[in-house]
């Protein structure tokens, strides 16, 4: 059974980092492209960033600069990297690969 799980999220701080993490179990991440999602209240989910099996990677305008997806193959977890964090990436986060299911998520909270 493929299942993704998502920790990592939090409050924060403008300005502040976190690292969220999506570990995977029945699926082997590798094999895969693997997408972050964001949905804030309100609105519809977005894409954040994306790694490709061949460990490319691509982001949104909104998050480039600031945000590194990467992979651990040996642990079979993918990370987003998170810093110089604004109230506009309070939102919901989710990892997801082809096939997989949707996580419960993980929720970033950027506030003074």
């Known amino acids: 059974q493929v299942q993704l799980v998502e920790s990592g999220g939090g409050l924060v701080q403008p300005g502040g980092s976190l690292r969220l993490s999506c570990a995977a179990s029945g699926i082997i991440l590798r094999q895969y492209s693997t997408t972050w999602y964001r949905q804030a209240p309100g609105k519809q989910r977005e894409f954040v960033a994306l790694?490709?099996?061949?460990?490319?990677?691509n982001y949104a305008d909104s998050v480039k600069g600031r945000f590194t997806i990467s992979r651990n193959n040996a642990k079979n977890t993918v990370y987003l990297q998170m810093n110089s964090l604004k109230p506009d990436d309070t939102a919901v986060y989710y990892c997801n690969t082809p096939g997989a299911p949707w996580g419960q998520g993980t929720q970033v909270t950027v506030s003074s």
């Open positions: 790694i490709s099996t061949e460990a490319y990677t």
